[in-house]
């Protein structure tokens, strides 16, 4: 059986080999290795990676990478269409309903698109909805180029965000499940396909949202007649992405992802696709159905009833399976969740960000939508970029690193631009860098999920970013987009929050806090009101835990909670200030003491997280000791093996030149009889033509 590569999923792991099939232990370990939960799962997964690598990269390949391509592309023209349709479909519509509806439908459409097709590719396959969902963005696309009110839009909106979501997932998935581990560095790169979305959606916007017979001005005059530019951007969107999911189907027959097949058990189809590329494509691929059977039955992939609430719960606990599954898998989510608000906060608002600084660097509108188109462009050498970055040394993980940090220096600088070059400048270098960072991730995110349950967990992570892309646009509708403070604090909400926490923490003691405090509740009614009502709460709430039985006796309860929080409410407001004093220097006596309880118990745990460190290194240890053992004998094994043989061949061959020299001899032999015998002939024959007739009558006598 061939070596093992360096694994592609999460069930590759180095070790001792499972049931009868003869594997080669590895000489570098996978992200999660040694999580060996399914051993006939893991070891399959292994011989299906290597008939992978034994095809090797076809032109089936590349086609999956343009078709792929694709359903990045689609994803981001669709994010940037409605945020480029909204001020315009809005003023058409009379700026009747939530200004931010289009964004807060796409991204409500994406989630659940996300959501539905991630689950439904672990349940149903990744073909049906890999094609699907392309082709349900372009409809409704197209159809929402004709609404004729905000909600309806909003509703088609929402539906083609819910098939470019779960188009999305599927990217990813495929590609990855087909590619050669030579080449999974292109799963890096393939995110270029979002730039070049992004700047489709700009060069379209540039075209249409320019000529002002196309767009309004004002809410008055707003009419469809002369407000046509942003329906031509959907109908122009649609068309295409319409013409991209006719690619789909006719330019490739995708057949079923080998990695699901063995996921559900279709082991006779899985060999079938091998066979079917190996064919086609003039490749070796030495896998058989027996090879597989040999492994053993896979237990963990799927439940008796596919079409269940347990199904969809075996595929998540299986991200979880191990604690560090666990941490990679979270790591993920909150990755996905932090970048879902950073990222639409600068790319979806973009269009009005610039807008709104139109009159500071004197654009015209043509300009904006230039700017706008360049941005776009910028962000296509960023994917390109982390593919060779992620192909060294760096990996994935430092790739990402640098990204995001040369992205929130630049995010930074952002805020103090003062001129119109620095602006397009800033704008054009945060979208390369922060692709770095987007593009990286979308390749990890499905390479460190298990494949049993990769579609499932990339519709998790998609979807944590979407519910953060809602949150953004309900931020983007309070925070001010003309000052350069970030914005996660420019409502005045939050400022008044910084503001209490600064004062609170930094320039008053706990003391000088609890003078204020009291003062503030003498001198302000409103104060005094709150402090009130925040005292009686904390009471009520300690009367509820100190009462047994409460269940019982509630009426009393509530009546004993009333009368203690007019008891305390008098009590507090006829304490005197060196009271308060001693009751806030006794609470923070006690305070000091749960914090030195709390550093022992930090302590306690450190010490017996550094016991279980080692432990689980002198057990890696002992576990590579014995692979090696295990190596050391194998080899020894193939060594005798092979020497035997070698002794064989050669008594074989000398045993072959000795029967030739034997028979050189022999045949020698003979030439020379035949020779002895040839001469003699014709000695006898010149003797009788020489003989005359008396002497032949002599010799006859003498012979009688």
């Not at 046509?228 to 330019?251: C, D, E, K, N, Q």
């Not at 009130?532 to 009520?540: G, H, N, P, R, Y």
Request: glycine fraction near 6%.
């Amino acid at each position: 059986m061939s070596s093992v590569k360096k694994s592609q999923d999460v069930e590759e792991q180095n070790g001792p080999s499972y049931g009868t099939v003869d594997v080669k232990v590895g000489t570098q370990q996978d992200l999660l290795d040694l999580q060996d939960l399914d051993p006939a799962f893991n070891q399959k997964m292994r011989l299906v990676n290597d008939a992978i690598d034994e095809i090797g990269w076809t032109p089936y390949h590349l086609k999956l990478f343009f078709l792929n391509g694709f359903g990045y592309a689609v994803d981001s023209m669709i994010l940037l269409f409605q945020s480029i349709i909204a001020t315009q479909s809005f003023r058409e519509f009379g700026e009747k309903g939530y200004a931010n509806a289009m964004t807060i439908a796409a991204y409500v459409g994406m989630l659940t698109g996300a959501l539905f097709w991630g689950f439904g590719a672990d349940i149903i396959g990744r073909k049906y909805a890999f094609n699907i969902t392309l082709f349900l963005c372009a409809v409704s696309c197209i159809i929402a180029g004709g609404m004729p009110n905000w909600p309806s839009l909003g509703f088609f909106v929402a539906l083609l965000s819910f098939g470019a979501g779960g188009n999305l997932v599927m990217d990813t998935a495929v590609f990855l499940e087909y590619l050669p581990s030579n080449k999974q560095w292109l799963l890096t790169l393939m995110a270029c396909w979002w730039g070049f979305g992004q700047a489709i959606a700009g060069f379209i916007a540039w075209g249409f949202m320019v000529p002002e017979r196309w767009n309004c001005v004002d809410v008055e005059t707003c009419t469809r007649g002369n407000n046509m530019g942003w329906r031509y951007v959907m109908f122009t969107g649609g068309a295409l992405v319409f013409f991209l999911s006719l690619l789909r189907v006719t330019v490739i027959r995708l057949r079923e992802t080998p990695k699901y097949l063995l996921g559900v058990g279709k082991e006779e189809e899985l060999i079938e696709t091998f066979q079917y590329l190996a064919t086609k494509y003039n490749r070796t691929c030495s896998l058989t159905l027996q090879d597989l059977a040999a492994c053993g039955t896979i237990t963990s992939a799927h439940s008796k009833n596919r079409f269940s609430i347990s199904e969809t719960m075996i595929h998540i606990r299986g991200l979880f399976g191990t604690k560090k599954m666990t941490i990679s898998t979270a790591s993920i989510f909150l990755s996905w969740t932090l970048i879902g608000l950073a990222y639409p906060l600068f790319y979806v608002f973009l269009p009005s960000y610039l807008a709104s600084r139109g009159a500071v660097f004197n654009r015209s509108k043509f300009e904006i939508w230039r700017n706008y188109a360049l941005t776009n462009i910028s962000g296509i050498p960023g994917p390109i970029v982390a593919g060779f970055m992620c192909n060294t040394k760096l990996g994935r993980k430092y790739t990402m690193v640098i990204g995001a940090l040369i992205s929130m220096a630049f995010f930074f600088a952002y805020t103090s631009v003062k001129t119109s070059v620095q602006d397009i400048t800033f704008t054009c270098l945060i979208a390369f860098c922060i692709n770095i960072y987007y593009g990286t991730l979308y390749a990890y995110t499905p390479e460190v999920l298990p494949s049993a349950h990769r579609a499932t967990g990339s519709a998790i992570a998609v979807a944590c970013n979407r519910v953060m892309g809602i949150v953004s646009a309900v931020v983007a509708s309070e925070a001010n987009t003309d000052t350069p403070a970030p914005l996660f604090i420019m409502t005045q909400q939050g400022l008044d929050a910084m503001q209490s926490w600064y004062q609170s923490s930094k320039a008053e003691t706990p003391l000088q806090t609890s003078k204020s405090a009291l003062q503030n509740y003498k001198d302000n009614p409103l104060e005094k009101t709150i402090m009130s009502s925040a005292m009686s709460e904390k009471s009520t709430s300690r009367s509820k835990r100190n009462s047994p039985k409460r269940s019982l006796a509630s009426g009393s309860v509530t009546g004993d909670a009333k009368r203690r929080k007019s008891e305390h409410v008098k009590r507090f407001t006829e304490m005197a200030l060196d009271d308060v004093e001693q009751i806030f220097q006794k609470s923070r006596d006690r305070l000091n003491e749960a914090e030195e309880l709390y550093q022992d118990a930090e302590k306690a745990r450190t010490e017996k997280l550094e016991t279980y460190m080692d432990a689980t290194k002198a057990m890696t240890g002992a576990h590579q000791a014995l692979s090696s053992a295990m190596i050391r004998k194998a080899n020894a094994t193939k060594d005798v093996a092979r020497l035997e043989m070698i002794k064989d061949a050669r008594e074989a061959i000398e045993k072959r030149d000795n029967l030739q020299t034997q028979a050189e001899k022999q045949k020698k032999e003979l030439f020379a009889v035949e020779t002895k015998l040839l001469m003699w002939e014709n000695i006898a024959n010149m003797a009788v033509e020489n003989l005359k007739e008396d002497d032949l009558e002599h010799l006859f006598q003498f012979q009688g």
